[in-house]
């Protein structure tokens, strides 16, 4: 079992930064990769940045050039560094750990990212 836990949001301007971090805990050997979804009101969740085991990492278009996913094996950290923002950004954003031998994975709890205009 893997527990993961966000932390970060908040309330920015537009075109301000934010940097979003979620802690693992639990069987972590497991995890294959990692990512950070987000999800508007009345919206579908959606994936912003993944990083893989390996390292690589990928982005949805909306975010390219203005968010960095990054992780720190020794504190089983994992990362989402937001800058740029803009009101479309607003969403419960979720960090979620996807396992080598499949299943529907990990979610954390959610932490609220609000971007007034």
């Known amino acids: 079992q893997v527990q993961l836990v966000e932390s970060g949001g908040g309330l920015v301007q537009a075109g301000g930064s934010l940097r979003l971090s979620c802690v693992a805990s639990?069987?972590?050997?497991?995890?294959?990769?990692m990512g950070w979804y987000r999800q508007a009101p009345g919206k579908q969740r959606d994936l912003v940045a993944i990083?893989?085991?390996?390292?690589?990492?990928n982005y949805a278009d909306s975010v390219k050039g203005r968010f960095t996913i990054s992780r720190d094996n020794a504190k089983n950290t994992l990362y989402l560094q937001m800058n740029s923002l803009n009101a479309e950004d607003t969403a419960v954003y979720y960090c979620?750990?996807?396992?080598?031998?499949?299943?529907?994975?990990?979610w954390g709890q959610g932490t609220q990212v609000t971007v007034s205009s």
């Open positions: 979620k750990a996807l396992f080598a031998n499949g299943g529907l994975g990990t």
């Open positions: 990083i893989t085991r390996g390292g690589t990492t």
């Open positions: 639990g069987s972590i050997f497991s995890i294959n990769a």
